[in-house]
């Protein structure tokens, strides 16, 4: 979550006119009121201030789910008082869905089992009965799975140097400097290096080859990533097995991989289901996915599957009994809703196979559209891959005139919320925009969007010389330097200050239009 600051300014007020008929007095922003206000009211004041929030489903920044179906959203308003964490009171909760706080093996029947958790890890193609069986746990999103697989990781690699008699203090992580930035906090919470493959112009994923290079003896895994957060593109799984099966052989280690299969955990099983990433490669040891992105839930939903019950240490489990029967119980957080998992059994089961596959089409088509109308316009190229999540990430062809930057400003007052953004190291002097393309992104959204972008540059090309001078101006700071933060503030205030003198000459034009006209 945002970290809050308090404000010394504690009598501040809201000024709440529509609520006059309620209320008299004009409540206290920061501090609790010292009387209760009619309900009417206190929905009224807070209705209108959501109003001023942009639209979620022309939010193409996220990858976060925006609409279900009206049935689903019952289902969730009718267990929304429920604590997933009280499994013995909720029992048929916890048979249908993923209890947060239990982990289920894949083949059998036992109490507290996972019916999602199963589902899942049938997709990802997890071996079944035999030495190695399954188990999973539901989290509240990617970052919570990633937290907890990293913990298991790193757990199993101390246990092995202790008993080895080596040293385990100095753990270390693999993985490309275009990871989600969950990756950067499970290393600074949990005291693991990340060790980084830097990234190269025209490649923008991890490669590797330098990634199994960077491998030592404390390395606890390698973090692929199925759809990188940047171009969507996914890495090489397949290669990375191949390469680190060598050297594991070579030296001795047993390097596992870990898949970061956020975004495209939900999209490579039915789009490219010939693709080998999953459990199919021996040196998986654990995926996550979001269900709230492409598993196609509100916000609030993750997993977490790993391949067998030995890459889950038992000392990370630990069994509670004080809520009616023996919980075991693998997480950061405890008591959570149980809405956003009922509704993902909602959707595995409501679409099934076929249904998440079309859907899936669906939006590679549409982001192929978006692409291709984007192409035509002359002023972009394309960074993102044919082969990923349904996004579409691109550049200026000619950013002397125009900034990535004033273009993703300037679409907001069409209502679209499209970001900019420069890449990672070493390819941080890039900078694109990115269209994420959902369930909800429709062929007629591609097209509009397309045709708001070119009326952006065509009234940017009418602009004054020093505004197009500034503009230009912007540049990506350098994220491996001390001034980092202040460097992104000094962008920030480029941009809001050209965007202010982008206003200021559109309404100028606007009122010379006006003068002499009826």
Not at 24 to 29: A, G, I
Not at 105 to 120: E, S
Not at 241 to 248: A, C, R, S, W
């Amino acid at each position: 979550m945002v970290i809050t600051t308090t404000t010394p300014d504690a009598e501040e007020h809201l000024l709440c006119p529509f609520a006059s008929r309620y209320a008299h007095v004009p409540l206290p922003k920061f501090k609790m009121p010292e009387k209760p206000i009619p309900k009417e009211a206190a929905y009224q004041i807070i209705n209108d201030e959501l109003m001023l929030d942009g639209r979620p489903r022309l939010n193409l920044a996220s990858f976060v789910t925006t609409w279900m179906e009206p049935e689903c959203d019952q289902l969730i308003m009718a267990s929304i008082n429920k604590n997933f964490a009280d499994m013995d009171e909720y029992p048929v909760t916890t048979e249908l869905q993923s209890l947060d706080d239990s982990f289920c093996t894949f083949y059998a029947y036992l109490p507290g089992q996972n019916r999602c958790v199963n589902m899942i890890a049938h997709l990802f193609n997890a071996p079944v009965g035999g030495s190695e069986t399954a188990v999973g746990v539901a989290t509240v999103g990617s970052s919570e799975a990633i937290m907890l697989a990293g913990l298991a990781f790193k757990k199993k690699w101390q246990m092995k140097r202790e008993l080895e008699g080596k040293p385990y203090d100095k753990p270390n992580i693999v993985a490309g400097a275009n990871v989600q930035v969950c990756w950067e906090k499970f290393a600074r919470y949990f005291e693991v290096e990340l060790k980084e493959v830097k990234l190269s112009e025209g490649h923008y994923v991890m490669d590797p080859v330098k990634a199994v290079e960077l491998v030592d003896e404390n390395t606890i895994c390698v973090a692929a990533i199925l759809g990188s957060t940047f171009t969507g593109e996914f890495e090489d799984v397949k290669l990375l097995n191949e390469l680190l099966t060598k050297k594991n052989k070579d030296t001795g280690w047993d390097t596992p991989i870990h898949v970061d299969a956020a975004t495209g955990g939900f999209i490579a099983p039915f789009l490219y289901p010939n693709l080998e990433w999953d459990f199919r490669l021996p040196l998986v040891k654990s995926i996550n996915v979001s269900g709230h992105k492409y598993g196609l839930v509100y916000p609030g939903v993750g997993w977490v599957v790993w391949r067998s019950k030995e890459d889950l240490p038992d000392k990370l489990v630990f069994h509670i009994n004080y809520l009616g029967s023996d919980q075991p119980t693998f997480t950061l957080n405890f008591s959570r809703g149980s809405s956003q998992i009922i509704a993902q059994y909602y959707q595995l089961i409501r679409l099934g196979f076929e249904g998440y596959k079309n859907i899936m089409e669906n939006c590679m088509d549409n982001a192929r559209a978006l692409k291709e109308g984007l192409e035509k316009t002359g002023q972009f190229d394309i960074v993102s891959k044919d082969v990923g999540v349904p996004l579409v990430a691109f550049s200026l062809k000619d950013s002397s005139k125009h900034t990535v930057f004033v273009v993703s400003e300037s679409l907001r007052r069409f209502g679209w919320i499209i970001p900019a953004y420069t890449l990672p190291a070493d390819v941080q002097h890039i900078s694109v925009l990115r269209a994420v393309v959902r369930e909800d992104f429709s062929r007629a959204l591609a097209e509009r969007l397309v045709a708001d972008i070119e009326k952006v540059l065509k009234e940017m090309d009418t602009l004054p010389i020093g505004v197009l001078s500034k503009a230009a101006n912007v540049t990506a700071p350098e994220d491996n330097t001390k001034d980092a933060d202040k460097g992104r503030k000094r962008v920030q205030k480029r941009v809001e200050e050209i965007v202010e003198e982008i206003t200021n000459h559109r309404r100028r034009l606007l009122d010379d239009k006006r003068t002499g006209v009826c």
